[in-house]
Structure formats: structure tokens, C-alpha cells
């Protein structure tokens, strides 16, 4: 059994993890707030916007301004993978890790596979795999629309440009503090949904539909891509404040474990002082 001083040492360092775990706790949870306030009040826009995108891509060609809609042959695949800049949230990082790889094993075998990263823990972990052209850790230092319009920009190029053939991201969509789903979402081209009957029988257009779709379309990529990496900002701080409120409970556990081992331990010593003094008193009685 470690002697007493160990022991205490050990509580001491424990205690000192908990006041450390239960901090971070408190920030996440904090940043979680206005993170799922955030996400919730754009999640309605932005399906609505993509719904209506999607309708409206049906209809179009590439020559009428659909370019992003252009269903080609794919041979270059570009996933977007979206994880964060800093661990101990959980399994947060390694389930997006185990995502990719089970997309490009499964889905994309024997194409050409690139990424681009936003967020530094699947950067480290995927680099050293697979073709990285980009990784952006920044965007969570100030995560704006302005600041994702600059990504969304450089993937919706990339498309136009025939580098790629399709785009997809992969992120945690954030359902609530200790739920974080895994996702893969087509980007680009534009998925066309399949509706009966003609796909934009609800809509008048004015003052023609290539206009408005020639405005529509870049808007709504750039929301779509600001969404999903709010989902993720979201559901980061959610599987941190979920792994250190665990890990406080659990260093609580221990620190309490180790409290009645130190008590056992200390009343062990006192009663065998006692048995020594008690026998020493008998020796010079006799």
C-alpha cells in the first residue's frame, strides 16, 4: 500500500484536475449557449433557402446558370472535413476521423480523393494519409458569415473550374449537449430532390428565373456551408462540456476513493502506534 504522503499528493493533484475540468466545463457550457442559439436560429432559413434552391435546380441547365448544378462523371472527389482546433471534447475529433475514412473507403474507392480541412485535429491525424490542399484553422477564432463566404467562395471555384467533380462535407451536426452526429452532406453540384409534377409550380418569377437563380444559388452555398460549420462549432462545445462534466464526476470518484484508502491507511498507523506503546508499557511492567 503507497505510504501516506503519496496518497496525499495524489488527492492534492486530483483536486487540482477537478478545479481544472469543472472551469472548462463552465466556458463550454457558456460558449455553448450562445453557439446553439446561434445555429437554431438559422437551421429553418437555411433548409428553407436549400429547399428552395434544390427546386429551382431541377429546372436549369448549365448553360441557363446552372453551373452548379452540372451532374459530371466523378473521378476527383473533394471532402470538406470540419473538426476542431483543441481535444478533450470527447469523441468529437475521432468520430469525424472515422467518417472520412469510412467514406473514402466505402463510397469513393479508387477515385481520386482530396481534402480540405477546417479545424487542426483532423488535419493532423488525415494529412498523413491523404491529400490535404488546404487547412483553415482561423474561422473559429471570429466563426462570421463574412469570414465562411471566403471558403465557400474558393470550394464553389474549385467546382466551376472542373477541378472537382463533387464536393462534400462531413461534420458533426449538433443535436444537443451529449449528442453530436456524424454527416456527410453533398455540396456541390446542387442535389436536384425528386417531386412529382413540375418542381416549381408553387413559384412566380420576377423578373426571370436565371436571375434569380444567378443571385440565389451563390447565396445559398455560402449558408449552407456557414451552417454546417455552426453545427459543428456547436456540437464541439457540447461533446467538451459533456466530456468534463464526466471527467469531474469521475476525479470526484477517485478523490473520494482515494480519501478512504488515505483514512484506512492513517488509522492502520495510529493503531499500530498504539500496539507498540501499549506493548513497550507491558515490557516494563514485567
Known amino acids: 500500500m ?4 503519496e496518497i496525499r499528493n495524489r488527492i492534492t493533484s486530483i483536486g487540482s484536475t477537478m478545479k481544472i475540468t469543472s472551469a472548462m466545463k463552465m466556458v463550454s457550457a457558456a460558449k455553448l449557449k450562445k ?3 446561434a445555429i437554431t436560429a438559422m437551421r429553418p432559413y437555411a433548409n428553407k433557402l436549400t429547399e428552395l434552391l434544390q427546386n ?3 429546372t436549369l441547365d448549365a448553360d441557363a446558370g446552372g453551373v452548379y448544378a ?3 462523371e466523378v473521378s476527383k472527389v473533394l471532402l470538406v ?3 476542431s482546433n483543441r481535444g478533450l471534447c470527447g469523441g468529437f475529433n475521432s468520430s469525424i476521423i472515422k467518417k472520412t475514412e469510412q467514406v473514402i473507403a466505402s463510397k469513393y474507392q479508387g477515385k481520386e480523393i482530396s481534402l480540405y480541412t477546417i479545424g487542426k485535429k483532423a488535419n493532423d491525424i488525415l494529412s498523413k ?3 490535404v490542399i488546404t487547412n483553415n484553422t482561423a474561422i473559429f477564432d471570429k466563426l462570421t458569415f463574412d469570414n465562411t463566404t471566403v471558403i465557400a467562395e474558393e470550394l464553389m471555384d474549385l467546382f466551376a473550374t472542373g477541378k472537382y467533380d463533387k464536393i462534400e462535407l462531413v461534420y458533426n451536426v449538433f443535436k444537443n449537449a451529449a449528442t453530436q452526429i456524424a454527416t456527410l452532406e453533398q455540396y456541390l453540384p446542387i442535389a436536384p430532390v425528386e417531386v412529382e409534377g413540375t418542381a416549381t409550380s408553387d413559384y412566380i418569377f420576377e423578373p426571370s428565373k436565371e436571375e434569380i437563380v444567378e443571385a440565389l444559388v451563390p447565396k445559398s452555398l455560402k449558408t449552407q456551408l456557414y451552417k454546417a460549420i455552426c453545427d459543428s462549432f456547436a456540437a464541439e462545445h457540447g461533446a467538451r462540456m459533456t466530456a468534463m462534466h464526466k471527467a469531474t464526476d469521475n476525479a470526484k470518484e477517485l478523490r473520494d476513493s482515494l480519501k478512504l484508502t488515505y483514512n484506512k491507511a492513517r488509522q492502520a498507523a495510529i493503531t499500530g502506534e498504539i500496539l507498540e506503546i501499549v ?3 507491558e515490557a516494563l511492567n514485567d
Open 35 to 37: 453557439a446553439q442559439d
Open 2 to 5: 503507497a505510504n501516506l504522503k
Open 279 to 281: 506493548g513497550g508499557a
Open 70 to 72: 452540372e451532374e459530371r
Open 129 to 131: 494519409k491523404y491529400n
Open 81 to 83: 472535413v470540419v473538426s
Open 56 to 58: 429551382l435546380s431541377a
